[in-house]
């Protein structure tokens, strides 16, 4: 069974500092990955997209990386800011084959204190 | 609109009554998919609609919830003789076309639906 696993399950820093998302990941094969934030009460959007060539994308401050061999991934935030408070869920895509359902992990919690 | 439109945006009823989500994709979009986001669950795929067909509806979780798309755009989810177990958010997503996983899924702000 495909499965994304994210850890932690929250996380809380002081607005400036660095953090790092973690997310395994079982689904074979791989099309792509993607790390989406999801504020409350709005629908998530799509921060990276890496597929299982790609070992890192960036965005702004948020950073991608990718070990297609050991099905991992991390999202990593520098000099965070308030309004990164946010859910970061990692959602793994299959090789596509006429249509793709996505597995999405259950997110990490970030809370950005000032 | 620019992007994709759901409502409404929260709905209370009673267990027992049936209830329409409804969702306005992106204009283009060929591809749209209904998912169900519970308290600190992931999101939960429900169906997937390529135009107006449906080619994968394995997530639905009984034969109380269905959905159609009409016209290859809105689309409405309904959920018939709700129960308590069926209060969560329900999203949807539009993109390009669903045969490739490249293609960024676009979310509504979700409807929030409470079972009382």
């Known amino acids: 069974k495909n499965q994304v696993e994210q850890s932690p399950q929250s996380l809380i820093i002081l607005e400036g500092k660095n953090c790092t998302l973690q997310c395994n990941y079982t689904v074979s094969p791989f099309s792509n990955l993607r790390w989406y934030k999801q504020d409350t009460g709005r629908g998530p959007v799509s921060l990276t997209i890496m597929t299982f060539s790609e070992n890192t994308k960036s965005n702004g401050r948020y950073t991608a990386t990718l070990d297609a061999d050991t099905k991992q991934s991390s999202l990593h935030i520098t000099a965070s800011q308030l309004s990164d408070s946010a859910s970061y869920i990692c959602?793994?895509?299959?090789?596509?084959?006429?249509?793709?359902?996505?597995?999405f992990g259950r997110g990490t919690s970030l809370i950005v204190h000032p | 609109g620019a992007g994709v439109s759901q409502s409404p945006s929260n709905k209370v009823t009673e267990k027992g009554k049936d209830v329409e989500l409804r969702c306005d994709p992106i204009s283009g979009h060929t591809a749209l998919y209904w998912y169900r986001q519970s308290l600190g669950q992931g999101l939960e795929f429900l169906i997937y609609f390529q135009g107006n067909s449906a080619p994968d509806k394995s997530g639905l979780p009984s034969d109380r919830f269905s959905a159609e798309r009409t016209g290859g755009s809105v689309s409405t989810l309904t959920i018939q003789r709700t129960q308590q177990e069926d209060s969560a958010v329900y999203l949807c997503?539009?993109?390009?076309?669903?045969?490739?996983?490249?293609?960024?899924?676009?979310f509504g702000p979700g409807t929030r639906l409470t079972v009382l």
């Open positions: 997503a539009s993109t390009l076309r669903g045969t490739s996983g490249s293609h960024e899924q676009f």
């Open positions: 959602v793994v895509s299959p090789t596509s084959g006429g249509s793709y359902i996505p597995t």
